[in-house]
C-alpha cells in the first residue's frame, strides 16, 4: 500500500564518497533519512529514479543493501542486496556550460527496506571505469535516489 508521498534522497559530496575509488572498487555509506522517511527507523519504500550528478565522466553502478554491512558477510545465504544498476561512462551527459556530468534512469520500481531498522539507506558507488574516481573535489559525485513512501515492501 502507497502512502502518496515521494521524496528525495541525496548524498553530499563533501561527506560521501569522498575518496579515490579503483577500478571495480566501491565506497559504500550510510545516509542518515528524514524522519518523513524512516519515522520510528523503519525506512519502506520503492525507488522509481536515480540520477547522479559527477565532475568525473565514469562508469558508476549503484548498490543499495537492506543492513550497513553491505553483503560483506561471506555467506551467500545472508546476502543483503535489494538491487543494482549499471551507467556506462557514455551515459553521462554535459549540459551546456556545466562542466559535471549527468546520468538518469526512471521507471524504476524497487522495493527498499531498512532491515537494520537504522533509519539509513544503505549504498555503495562503484566504479567500473578504468580510470579511478579522484579523491575529494576533483572527484565529486552526488547520487540522488527519488523513492515512493510505503507501509509495507
Not at 105 to 118: A, C, H, K, N, R
Request: with cysteine; hydrophobic share 45%; net charge negative.
Amino acid at each position: 500500500m502507497q502512502s502518496g508521498v515521494s521524496l528525495r534522497i541525496k548524498t553530499d559530496s563533501a561527506l560521501h564518497f569522498t575518496g579515490a575509488i579503483a577500478q571495480n572498487a566501491g565506497e559504500g555509506e550510510d545516509i542518515a533519512l528524514a524522519m518523513e522517511v524512516a519515522a520510528g527507523k523503519h525506512c519502506r519504500g520503492r525507488i522509481k529514479a536515480i540520477a547522479i550528478q559527477s565532475v568525473e565522466a565514469r562508469a558508476w553502478e549503484v548498490w543499495l543493501w537492506s543492513k550497513s554491512t553491505k553483503g560483506v558477510t561471506g555467506n551467500v545465504d545472508t546476502s543483503t542486496l535489494i538491487g543494482y544498476w549499471g551507467f556506462a561512462a557514455a551515459d553521462g551527459l554535459l549540459v551546456t556550460g556545466d562542466a559535471n556530468y549527468y546520468y538518469y534512469i526512471d521507471g524504476l520500481d524497487q522495493s527498499y527496506w531498512d532491515e537494520d531498522i537504522s533509519g539509513q539507506l544503505h549504498i555503495t558507488l562503484v566504479n567500473r571505469s578504468a580510470a579511478a574516481k579522484s579523491a575529494d573535489a576533483a572527484g565529486a559525485v552526488s547520487v540522488r535516489l527519488f523513492m515512493d513512501l510505503s507501509q509495507g515492501i
